[in-house]
Structures are given as structure tokens and as C-alpha cells.
């Protein structure tokens, strides 16, 4: 099949959603099909939103391919008679963020407009879909509430293939992703200083541009705790290499966020290294993939008894052992896989 | 720099423009920027779509980006405060092919104002760019004749960079590339029969059309011209080029009216050899130079004919001209230093 993927870039800046794309043309084109990958630039900025909704709505791919499948908004007002979207989050200022503090556009009679402008262009275009899916319960959820849109969940997997393997259940617990202040590095921190074994942490990822202070207080409550050859704290890029070791041995993962949408790669990459996931009540998305004393353990964000689930860990390695197996058979249970991801997208 | 190289495109089309954006960017890339390449879909009918996909442009924005490099109509009107343009071409049916054949948009009072709409977002627009470059001289007296903008020549240097070779001056004439009417190889064939010399003729590349094919093959046949020319219908690797040229005796280039001056002549050039090419052919003549670096001859059998044999007479005067030819190419600087250098305003 022809297949047109195509989604929006803040140009320049890699995350999620441009190793989403990629992965996505990779799992296609693996399995036979022909695949064109559009970026289209798109500016956050609040005053240039609906101009850049209505270039997105003129251009016509309708002559080409036989499916549309489109991921982050606006790509879903692209014109295509065949058009599936996958749907990893709404332009949220206008959405679940309205009324809150990160509500970016102005409550003004403009600002009211401009909003029900992007819902009733999301609608439109979400409705010309044939399917509509989304990355997450969340996602999901909110897509009914503001859009009257009902969407099957397609959890996004890993790449393939994934460099992840198990290796032995070590002595430290394994945080990677972002630092960042909602990622919460600082609760495992806090936690810790509440264990009784002597289980380590290790802390890893790059800083955000704008998160140079956070890793100092980070740095500064190792010292204060008195944490230090306790706790690691490689605060840079690390290479695949280096990752994939850093999982294969670590005892468990760290993994909670505040609130967030989806369940977070490191999830799926610690389960790829039949790993078990600590998160907590509060981190959202997570919670979609992770059962209590299943495959993880989920606690209240409260530091003793998130230092009590690190310590039962330590302590009892076949638990850890345990509930590290179980990882993979969860993933496939929610079909975490990319043969049920193409076949829904292109069923 | 972070640098954002614009094109159009037609989903999964791959052709000359997107080779030469790709390779743009790597360069950027080697030069020590950051680039990538942004593609813009734009559907060509029916005409009034036109409109749409230049408003689609108007209404993009480019975020997180220091300079945009757009190439060609309608993507160079993307707003963006830092815009060199390198213009492959601008509409051409709305300018010089109006009135042709070519012309594809009606002459009626509606596809008259889609003319005019072109030309007027041209002559508003065209000039954000703080400078413009063309991709040949031809382009850059259209940009004058129509739209009275200025423009400075920057031509494209050969996208691959392989290393030609310049062997024995042989006993024939080579003309590589598609074959198809616009390139002629049929009047090289017809050349061929009003030779007085042996002089031998190899025309190589792969045919667009079952026609032109049977065309050439019925010419060869019907003159009896089987011993002196060779027709090598399919794709021509870089390798069988390079030594395609390093042993002719001179190539042949002579399409009908193109822009650019063909990367085959500075092929050619680059192997020392001279080059055969038209008066009607078009922007050749940035590298032939007649009687000094080839020959220009009329687009008419027996004047190719009498270019072929002055050639295989006078042997030491075709290698002359060969060695011309690349002087001349290394004179005007066609590589990718000078390309990045002037592109980022850094020479």
C-alpha cells in the first residue's frame, strides 16, 4: 500500500512525537508498504495558530496514496478521502489546559473565538477520518469530552528491532529520561534518603535547555541527604550503549512523572529489559501499563512508602525477578506491538 | 546555523529537485549547520488549486530557524525574516510557457487571473528574500524580464562527488542521461549518417517511453548506421559514466531549451572533454564556450555532423578543448564550498 504518514515538527527540535513519526515509516515499510513521510513546520505560537491550521487545511494530498494516516495536530486537517489519525495530543492551551494557569491564549473575546475555532477545526478535521485513535486512555478520554470523538487506543511501542535484553537484577534503581522538575527526579532522591537496605539510584538523561538550576538542586539535595556514593547522577546524553547496559542491570525502574498523558518510553524499555516499573499514583499514563505487584509497584507520591517498595525490591530480588518477567506478557495484552499498531491503522 | 532547505513536493516522486534539496542539507550539515529539508506538497490541478497551495505557503510559519534556503515556486513565499532564495524555478506556465503548448492553465478570463495572481504574489513576495540566487542564467534573466527583480547566478555543483577520470581522446561520441524527445538523441542519431569521418556515436541512459525508444532503434536500422552507433537503453550507473567519459572522444548534450547548463557537461568537463551542444539548447552555453571549450551548433543534423567530424580530424584540438572545459568549470567555482559559502552569507 501507498502510504502518506505525515505530522507537524517544531523544526529542529527532536522528541517524542519525530521518533513516533519514524518509527511509525520504519514498522510500515518493514512490513511492504511504500511509505512518504511529510513534516510539516508548524510555530506554537499563540497568535499563528489558525493561520498555519488553514495552510494545513489548503494543501491536498488527495491525489496521491491510497491512505492518509496523520499524527500530531494540525496534520489531521490535511484533505485525503482515505485519511486515519493517530492522535498523540490536542493543542492542549485550547483544550484540558484552558481555565488552568498554562492556558496560552488570552480570555479575551479573541481568545474565546480563537478557541472554539480550534475545536470546531479539530472536529472537522478529525471527523473526515475514517478511524480515529490515540496514544493513550487519556488521550482518548479527552477526545470525548471535548471532540464528541470516539478513539480506539493504540499504544505506541518501541522501535524495532529494540536493543534491549535482560541481564542481572543489580543494586540500583534505574531513573532515565528527561531531567526535568515534573519528571520528579527529586522524589526518588527524597525517597531514597527513606530506605533502610543499601539499594542505589541511579539518575540519567539529558537536562532540559531550560533546566540547568533543577539539576543543580538536585546535586544540592544529594549532598544534603548525605547521598552521595549513594546516588548517580549522569546528567548528559547518553549513548545507546551506555543505555541499554544501564537497563539490562539495573534491580528496577523509577518511572513517575506528574501526570502525564502516556505511559513514557522508559516504561516500555525497562520492560523490554524485563524490568519492573515503580510509579506512582499520580503520574497518569503509566498507570494504563503498569499493575500493582504485577509488572511494578504504583504508591501514593509519598516518599516513605515509595522508599518501602524500593527496599521490598532490594530485598527480594525474585520479586524484582518477578514482576520484571511479567513486563513483556502485560505489553502484549495491551498490544504493544507494531504488528496490531499497522494492522488497526490500516484496517 | 540552524538552516531550513524548502521544497515542493508530490508525494513519492523523487526527482532532480529533491536530489539536489537532500544533498543541500548534507552539505549544510558537513559545513558544521544544522539542516534539514522541509517539503511543502502542492497539487498543480486543477489550476485554481494553484491559489490554494500559494496561500497554504503564506500562512506556514518556520519556528526555531535561523535561515530559510527556498528553491522553488510556491514554497519561497513561507514568511521568514532571514530568506536567501536559491530559485530553481519560479511558475514557468504562468510566464515564459504561457502561450506555448506548456501553457496547462486555460486562457480564459479565470486562468487568466490565475496568471495574474501568480505574478503578482511573485513580484510582492519574491522580494523578502535578502538576497536571490538562481540555478542558471536563463533563470535569473526570466526573474528580470518579468518580474524586474534582481538575481545573482549560483550554479549547482554535481551532486555526487565522484572522481571522473580523463583517459584516451577515443573515436566517439557519447550523449549519457534520460532519453526522451526533449533531449534530442534522435537528431545525434541522424547526425551520425552525415558524417564524412568513422566517427562513432554512443547514445546511453534509460528511455521514458516504449516510442522514442523504437524511434532511435528504427533510425539506426533504416540508415544502416548499426556499426557506428550504440544504444545503451537502460540506466547508466555512476561508474559506467565516468568511464563512458574518460574514454570518448567528446559528449554530446543538446536538449531543447533547459535552464540549467546539465550535470553531464560539467561531467564531461570535469573529464576533459569537449562538448557538442545546441543553440536552442539553453543555459549549456554557461559552460561550452564554441571553439574553445566544444562546439554550439545548430539544432540541425548536418551542423552536429560537421562539429562530430572536426572533432575525430583534429584529435589534439578535442583535447584542447577538453582541458578548456575544465579550466572553465574550475573558474566558476561549481562546488559545494562556494554553494555553502554564499548560501549562508559566509564568503
Redesign the interface.
Known sequence: M?I?LASST????RGGATFFVDWLGHALEARGH?V?T????????PN?LL??M???R????S???DRLITVRTPAHLLRHPRKVSWFIHHYRGAYDLWGTRYQTLPNSPEGIACREAIIGADNRGLGECARVFSNSGVVRDRLRKFNSVDAEVLFPPLPEPNPFRPGPYGDYLLLFCRLAHHKRQWLAIESLRHTRTPVRLVIAGPADPDAASYVDELRVLIARYGLDDRVSLLSRWIPDEEKTALFAQCLATLYFPFDEDSYGYPSLEAHAARKAVLTTTDSGGTLELIEEDRNGFVTPPDPEQIGEAMDRLFSDRALAQRLGESGPERMRELGIHWDHVVERLLA | MRIAVLNNCVPFLYGGAEYLADALARKLQEFGHEATVIRMPVRWDPPERIIDHILAARLLRLPNTDLAIPLKFPVYYVPHPNKTLWLLHQFRQAYDLWGTQFQSIPDTQEGRAIRDVIRRADNEYLPEARRIYTNSKVTGDRLRKFNAIESEVLLPPLLADSAYRSGETGDAIVAIGRVNDTKRQLLLVRAIKHCRTPVRLIVAGKTESGAYASAIELEIRKHHLEARVEFIDRFISDEEKIELLSGCLACAYIPYDEDSYGYVTLEACLSRKAVVTCTDSGGIDALVRHGDTGYIAEPEPKALAAAFDELYLDKVRAARMGAAGEELARSLRINWENVIRTLTGSS
Open positions: 501507498k502518506i517544531n523544526v529542529f527540535v511504500q512518504d511529510l513534516m510539516l513546520p508548524v510555530s506554537e505560537e499563528a493561520e498555519q488553514a495552510a494545513f489548503l494543501i491536498d494530498l491525489q496521491h496514496g
